[in-house]
């Protein structure tokens, strides 16, 4: 399975991006897909995850950020609103074929939120 994520960019604070997260392959709809984000000088953070039956995500995003996939596109993505300065950072598509077990990831694709 290959990830292709694109959409990072330069916004400002309280504005909005739509990441995008290009999956190949024919198993997308069973895989747990996840965005992760690392900002400099921090460890890689779970941002949100989306499973057959639910969705999860980080407390810092909640009610500004929505995970949702299109299956029939191997497609995820990751709606970002009310954006902040600390939102800054190289995010990341993870695919988990098994529960969490994150075996295949993307490129980062490199989010910047100007105050």
């Known amino acids: 399975v290959q990830l292709q994520a694109s959409g990072g960019g330069l916004v400002q604070a309280g504005g909005s991006l739509r990441l995008s997260c290009a999956a190949s392959g024919d198993t997308f709809s069973t895989y747990t897909m996840g965005w992760f984000r690392q900002a400099p000088g921090k460890e890689r953070e779970l941002v949100a995850i989306s499973t057959r039956s639910y969705t999860r995500y980080a407390n810092s995003v909640k009610g500004r950020f929505t995970i949702s996939r299109d299956n029939a596109k191997n497609t995820v993505y990751l709606q970002m609103n009310s954006l902040k300065p600390e939102d800054t950072a190289l995010y990341y598509c993870?695919?988990?074929?098994?529960?969490?077990?994150?075996?295949?990831w993307g490129h980062g694709t490199l989010v910047t939120v100007s105050s």
């Open positions: 993870a695919a988990a074929p098994v529960e969490l077990a994150w075996t295949y």
